[in-house]
């Protein structure tokens, strides 16, 4: 299984409540908008927000876009009514607080044929079986990890600072997990969001330990990430050189090569891939 190299930098939170809100996502730069009815509705506005966001998905005017619909758990109330709603129209959910591949499971069972299952790992449990719910995308329509640190450090009584400390084995284990069974993963969101140092230190972070993008809360944190995601002209120029020298008829049967004056190995050619596309460009003809 190969990840994924489809563009997922920047991945707004929005209240399926707040229909200005999803309005104005409809021209935002972000790569993923990730419509809430969780954490972000209250209890008594959490059916409302069921039909809100199920007409804005119908209604469409994202882009290109990912549209994601973060749905309440299957063990509450309204996960699955949620999932019910979801069926006609939605291409990929989003399931809270997933802690084991029993749960990844569940949510297959139920999903209805054609809709990809995105899990946030947000829960102390889970981070002892990350491997085992990554594995669960050969056998179920599971899609991606989010990560939710919120959650995460209220489970473990944590007080993480910018660069979260408590969580630097948490994070570098669900990025090698989600690796080893080709998934994407998206780190979690920053909450101070007009701290915009520390939001791009973060950032870098997850851009270090191996992340796809970040989740983000506010309109202004999405160029911030974009910047940092997309590969710099130095890395563009040297996958191009990867993958051209690559497709050289005499070095189509070697496994090491020489670039730029470097050794690079044919598994790098994935990696310089990726860069492109993350770069949004193409490769070399």
Known sequence: ?????????????????????????????????????????????????????????REGGFGDREVILRVNGLDTEWGAADLKAAAPVAKTILAPKVSSAADVAAYGKV??????????????????????????????????????TNDLAKEMGAQPDVLRAPF????????????AHGLPIIDGVFNDFQ???????????????????KTVIHPR???????????DPEAV???????????????????????GGKMVERLHIPQAQRILAMAGVSSPA
């Open 237 to 259: 120029a040297w996958a191009h050189q990867v993958i051209a020298a690559f497709e050289y008829p005499e070095n189509a049967a070697k496994g090491a090569i020489q670039v």
């Open 168 to 179: 630097v084995g948490a994070l570098g284990l669900a990025v090698a997990a989600a690796r």
């Open 1 to 57: 299984m190969t990840t994924s190299t489809r563009k997922r930098r920047s991945a707004l939170y929005l209240p399926a409540s707040n229909a200005k809100a999803i309005a104005k996502a409809r021209t935002l730069p972000c790569d993923v908008v990730i419509l809430d009815l969780e954490d972000a509705v209250a209890p008594d506005a959490k059916a409302a927000a069921r039909e809100q966001a199920v007409a804005a998905i």
């Open 195 to 213: 701290d915009d140092e520390g939001f791009q230190l973060q950032t870098r972070q997850a851009l270090a330990f191996g992340f796809d993008g």
């Open 111 to 148: 999903l209805a044929s054609g809709i990809s299952l995105w899990v946030m790992i947000e829960t102390a449990i889970s981070l002892f079986r990350l491997e085992e719910i990554a594995a669960m995308a050969h056998t179920t329509p599971l899609a991606g990890f989010v990560m939710g």
């Open 221 to 231: 944190q999405i160029d911030l990430c974009n910047a940092i995601f997309t590969p």
